[in-house]
């Protein structure tokens, strides 16, 4: 029996025969893995987890719109609701678990004092509708949230209201679209992306009118200059670029690029996904961008996943600012003010890009992390993923192919070239993470890296939990080496559920409950 750095057993007999055994409880549950019902399952709609006098007999202004039928939502005891939402979160891979090494995502450590702050009533409690006068704190917090990302970035301006990544990369395009527009620049309507982009770049290219014309990558992995030198036009809005880029790599020649996008009369849209790589080390603005989107969810640890909220204030140059969105907070005399419309001559905001103002517990949560690191602390952060990131690249160079030469910046990017000849491909190998307890790396992105494995470890990961990641690796790619095909093919075993067909999922989403009965009927 093989034994691991700590001394125990690599594969503990009993966990062997288990295995093999494959015996299945009576219960459906596993020790503390809960079989969980559906709510619509488990409850009735007879019950109510409360009891409440009677409603009087009202008038209602709703005609035939009423609702004739029982609304049919499940009643349940507050016991019963717990369970159920405690035994989906321990079939949840989280964050405050374990390692999450998904690639681009930077899945960092939220620090629990942004939760102390967001929930704090003057700001957890607020109304988006509320007179002025009584947010004047949250406004002011909205103030120096804007302070921080417009130093921290070099840029001017912010719109803090974009909701998302994608949703900031919307409003910079916007933006720049209406640039051109007041311009009379209107033939400018194609936008260069390298083809190592995020797939949300060209997406929102042609969201807003636009044609996408593909750069290809260098054999470094980064933009092929000469090739975009080749794409330049008079037709030509401007440029979609992350940087670092999503092969984690700092983009070197983005200078001169910005001025060839500049000269050739574009704009230069950076994707800032990956602005937690040099917080503090480099200010975009000083590297000619003209717009670019935070992931406040991403570099400054609001919490995501699971669809929660993010937020992607858009930071913009001088020649962008006048056509930001309302709404922005300014200073008038002693007081706060939202600016919800502009029609001074100078300023031509293109609209807006939400109901209100964006997602006022993300600011809070993002401002009490710059606040609690400090200038020098944000530095130190980025550094640090940098630092963990190279750490993991030099463990695993060798019995893992990495993808291109030289250092990387904050996620260390392999190709599938080790599991060659292997029977074992990218997924099989991601799904052998799942039975050893880790969640898998980004994997098959970016595009132009075959069988991409995408590691982003973050700062938050300590020198031993990279150690322990690393050698579970290693050791999983030696396994693939040694013919263990059927370990991955297998994979996940140990998982409460194995493969799922994830394309039907997404294709033909089952999004409404019915009665079993309704089903079996539907399915005739
Ligand atoms: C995450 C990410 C996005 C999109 O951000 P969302 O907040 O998920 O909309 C865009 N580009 C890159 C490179 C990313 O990593």
Same mark, same amino acid.
């Given at each position: ?25 009576? %219960?459906?549950? *596993? ?5 969980? =019902? ?29 609702? +004739? ?5 499940? &009643? ?13 979160? $321990? +079939? ?7 390692? /999450? ?25 607020? @109304? ?15 103030? $120096?949230?804007? @302070? ?14 974009? *909701?998302? &990544?994608?949703?900031? #990369? ?38 807003? !009118? ?8 260098? %054999?470094? !992995? ?46 230069? /849209? ?16 000083? =590297? ?12 400054? %640890?609001?919490? @995501? ?31 706060? +003010?939202?600016?919800?419309?502009? #029609?001074?001559?100078? !300023? ?5 890009? %939400? ?17 609690? @690191? !400090?200038?020098?602390?944000? *530095? ?14 030099? =463990? ?10 030289? /250092? ?16 074992? #491909?990218?997924?099989?190998?991601? *799904? ?5 307890? /880790? ?49 991955? +093919? ?13 394309? $039907? ?15 079996? $009927?539907?399915?005739?």
């Amino acid at each position: 029996m093989s034994l691991n750095k700590q001394g125990r057993p690599s594969r503990p007999a009993v966990a062997q025969a288990e295995n093999e055994g494959q015996f299945e409880t009576f %219960s459906g549950s *596993k020790a503390l893995q809960q079989t969980e =019902l559906l709510l619509f399952d488990r409850g009735d709609n007879e019950r109510t987890g409360v009891d409440l006098p009677d409603t009087p007999e009202m008038d209602d202004d709703l005609g035939d719109l009423a609702r +004739k039928d029982a609304i049919g939502l499940p &009643g349940l005891t507050e016991p019963e609701a717990m369970r159920h939402y405690v035994r989906l979160s $321990q +079939k949840n891979y989280a964050i405050d678990l374990g390692v /999450y090494p998904l690639g681009s995502c930077t899945m960092k450590h939220n620090p629990r004092l942004n939760e102390k702050m967001a929930r704090l009533p003057g700001f957890g409690d607020l @109304h988006p509708l509320q007179p002025e006068s009584t947010v004047q704190g949250a406004l002011a917090l909205m103030d $120096q949230l804007s @302070h921080w990302l417009t130093t921290l970035t070099g840029m001017p301006a912010v719109a803090l209201s974009p *909701k998302a &990544g994608a949703h900031g #990369e919307l409003c910079g395009m916007l933006a720049i679209r209406a640039k051109l527009d007041a311009d009379g620049q209107t033939q400018r309507r194609r936008v260069l992306v390298p083809d190592s982009a995020h797939g949300t770049n060209p997406a929102t290219a042609v969201q807003c !009118g636009f044609t996408v014309d593909e750069i290809p990558s260098d %054999s470094s !992995g980064r933009v092929d200059l000469e090739a975009l030198k080749g794409k330049l036009g008079d037709d030509v809005a401007g440029i979609m670029l992350t940087n670092p880029n999503t092969c984690g790599l700092f983009e070197r020649d983005i200078r001169t690029i910005a001025d060839l996008i500049h000269e050739a009369g574009g704009y230069f /849209y950076c994707d800032g996904a990956n602005f937690n790589a040099i917080v503090g080390r480099v200010r975009p603005g000083d =590297l000619g961008v003209d717009a670019m989107h935070i992931n406040l969810h991403k570099t400054f %640890s609001t919490p @995501h996943g699971g669809g929660g909220p993010g937020a992607g204030p858009t930071v913009f140059s001088d020649a962008l600012a006048p056509y930001a969105p309302v709404p922005y907070v300014v200073k008038d005399g002693e007081k706060w +003010k939202l600016v919800e419309r502009n #029609e001074d001559a100078e !300023g031509q905001p293109f609209g807006r890009m %939400s109901a209100f103002h964006g997602q006022m517990g993300m600011f809070v949560r993002a401002l009490s992390y710059m606040m609690s @690191h !400090g200038a020098d602390g944000l *530095k130190q952060a980025s550094e640090d993923a940098v630092l963990n990131a190279n750490y993991l690249l030099a =463990l695993l160079d060798g019995p893992m192919t990495r993808a291109f030469d030289g /250092y990387c910046m904050h996620e260390a990017l392999f190709n599938d070239n080790f599991l060659k000849d292997t029977g074992v #491909e990218t997924l099989d190998f991601a *799904k052998a993470m799942i039975d050893e307890g /880790y969640h898998p790396m980004t994997m098959y992105f970016p595009l132009v890296v075959h069988g991409a494995l995408l590691i982003e470890p973050t700062e938050s990961e300590s020198k031993t939990s990279l150690d322990r990641f690393a050698d579970t690796l290693l050791a999983l790619a030696e396994a693939a080496k040694a013919g263990e095909t059927e370990r991955f +093919k297998q994979a996940p075993v140990h998982a409460p559920l194995r493969r799922l067909d994830e394309t $039907q999922a997404a294709r033909q989403p089952v999004l409404r409950w019915k009665p079993a009965e309704a089903e079996a $009927q539907a399915a005739q």
